[in-house]
């Protein structure tokens, strides 16, 4: 599929953006799940300058990106530790 423009809005600034078709969905989920973040720290926090606000928001989706990826290497490793075991485990079985 082709490229499309769109306009995103976070923190109340448009942002047009040429995005792939079947990236549309992502692209503006992300912008409302990042206003949504924005609005929650206002809310609950002694914090109004959107600096700041677009900075807090940034900290805590690259947390997460972290988290998860070290979830995944962790995940993989155990994965391959298993594979390793049972290869040992059916390279003794043929032996015999």
Known sequence: MGEISIKI???DRIYPLKVNMEEEEIVRR????IN???KDYQENY????KQDLLSMS????????LRTENK????DTAVADQVEELDVLLSDF???
């Open 72 to 75: 995944v290497q962790n995940q």
């Open 36 to 38: 949504e973040r924005i």
């Open 46 to 49: 002694a914090v109004r300058d």
């Open 9 to 11: 809005t976070i923190s």
């Open 94 to 96: 043929f032996k015999k």
């Open 58 to 65: 940034l900290l805590h989706y690259a947390t997460a990106a």
């Open 30 to 33: 992300a912008a409302k799940m």
